[in-house]
């Protein structure tokens, strides 16, 4: 239950960031396809095919069933071997490899 709330106030603070910076614009694949080649490609693979154990095979749509706030939180903190990329990507830049992401499959 505790860990269920810790989620949530999670995803409302990553909600209420994306609101505050006026983040109105549709995320952008393009862009993220850059990004992506740019931080993530090294241990997902280019076309998705994980390079590293453990990280999600994108071209299988695994790790993608969450919602965009969600990947968005955890791409920001980071987990065990993919490091914490908040304030080294922007929410925006986050929303569009999310929207990356979601061409690959």
């Known amino acids: 239950m505790l860990i269920a709330r810790h989620y949530k106030l999670r995803f ?3 909600f209420l960031s994306i609101s505050a910076e006026g983040l109105a614009y549709a995320a952008d694949p393009a862009k993220g396809s850059e990004l992506y080649a740019l931080h993530c490609a090294t241990c997902h693979g280019v076309s998705g095919v994980s390079m590293m154990p453990g990280a999600p095979n994108f071209s299988k ?3 993608l069933m969450s919602p965009d706030g969600a990947l968005l939180i955890s791409i920001q903190s980071g987990k065990a ?3 914490a ?3 080294i990507l922007s ?3 986050i929303l569009d490899v999310i929207s990356y992401l979601r061409t690959l499959n």
């Open 91 to 93: 929410p925006q830049d």
């Open 85 to 87: 990329y908040r304030g």
């Open 61 to 63: 749509n695994e790790g």
């Open 81 to 83: 071997a993919m490091p």
């Open 12 to 14: 409302f603070a990553a």
